[in-house]
């Protein structure tokens, strides 16, 4: 009996999931943003490299301010105000991510409409794609 | 009242998360892609959660195979060649061997040959008609010699396949006429920095989030 207990999946260690560390919708888009952003990037290369184009340097990343911290003794009526304090901090960042990232993809989604060769075609549909996930987030 | 048809081939905008774009998933690329996130996805989840999983592993071994099946038949399209209809992994490796050359890139080609080929020619050998692992018996009814698969390490070479085979096909990427104008050059170049850069950014973001907020 225990060795059958002892193959029964539900009590045998599971594994982390990736979905359920954070928003899952977040973490989901997360997974495919490097990937679009290096196919992207091969593209851009190819852009400046075969037109000569000189862009002007980029502005610097805005930094990220730290997450109000939740102390353990505090009394109660604080605690309740840090996590309000953190649940803003989060939905800041978040929406200050996305939006402009959603301005950027309408972009390139609506600029690459009519690509046609394998690869451009490519970037066209993933661009696409994760245009719909950022929606998602944007209606969670 | 929706048809069956309508509730499982639902036509319009997709109405929740259940519903499966396939308009946008329908290139060589995407599909290899997928693969290589199905078989990442499945192969630990299967060991570790499930009892007794040889009856599901089974289609995982499959779908390695079909990964380098797929895999083969981008390149043929990255190097300007019509993907032949065949699941024979030797003529399609041949045929990737016979385009590289005529796109110019044999010494990428040899490289890709020289790491991936006994990778490949063995689940050629196990699965050559790629029915092996997803019927119990063959033409003749007879049943397979199939023994026994360690999946994890199947992975393992499937990924650095995948790996190899993308590297492959970026350096015929470079070969593609420009889907632009020069005209607009500069305006797609500033679109293309902005999405990169956003993406980055969003990747930044959510790694300190994830670090601050929910540790």
């Known amino acids: ?28 888009l997360a997974e495919v943003t490097e990937p679009l952003a290096s196919s992207v990037e091969g593209l851009l290369e190819r852009v400046i490299d075969t037109y000569e184009v000189e862009l002007a340097p980029p502005s610097a990343p ?10 353990p003794f505090d009394p109660p009526a604080r605690q309740a105000e840090a996590r309000k ?15 402009p990232l959603t301005e950027a993809v309408d972009a390139v989604c609506s600029r690459s409409k009519s690509w046609e060769t394998p690869v451009a075609r490519q970037i066209h549909l993933d661009v696409t794609r994760f245009r719909s996930r950022l929606l998602r987030i944007g209606t969670t | 009242m929706p048809t069956l048809a309508d509730l499982i081939f639902p036509g319009g905008e997709p109405r929740d998360g259940n519903i499966l774009r396939l308009e946008l998933v329908g290139t060589w690329e995407t599909q290899f892609l997928g693969l290589g ?21 089974l289609y995982v071994v499959f779908l390695q195979r079909h990964r380098v099946e797929v895999g083969l038949k981008l390149i043929l399209e990255r190097m300007g060649t019509t993907a032949v209809g065949s699941h024979n992994i030797d003529t399609l490796w041949n045929r990737c061997d016979q385009a590289s050359t005529e796109a110019h890139l044999s010494s990428q080609w040899d490289a890709f040959d020289r790491a991936q080929q006994d990778f490949v ?17 063959d033409l003749k009814n007879q049943p397979w010699k199939r023994g026994q698969v360690d999946l994890v390490e199947l992975e393992k070479a499937g990924a650095a396949f995948q790996n190899d085979l993308l590297a492959l096909v970026r350096e015929a990427a470079a070969a593609e006429p420009m889907p632009i104008a020069e005209e607009e050059a500069t305006e797609v170049a500033e679109e293309l920095r902005s999405l990169v850069g956003r993406c980055r950014s969003l990747m930044r973001t959510h790694r300190e989030i994830a670090e601050d907020f929910f540790q």
């Open chain 1, 62 to 71: 805005r930094p990220i301010d730290p997450a109000p911290r939740l102390t």
């Open chain 2, 121 to 137: 020619y063995l689940l050629d050998r196990v699965d050559p008609g790629a029915a092996t692992f997803r019927y119990p018996v």
């Open chain 1, 1 to 28: 009996m225990d060795a059958m207990r002892a193959l029964n999946p539900s009590s045998r260690k599971r594994l982390p999931d990736p979905r359920r560390a954070g928003v899952p919708e977040f973490e989901a």
């Open chain 2, 37 to 57: 996130r199905l078989t990442a996805f499945l192969t630990p989840r299967l060991l570790e959660e499930a009892y007794a999983a040889d009856d599901m592993g």
């Open chain 1, 85 to 99: 304090a953190q649940i803003e901090w989060f939905v800041d960042h978040l929406v200050r991510e996305v939006r």
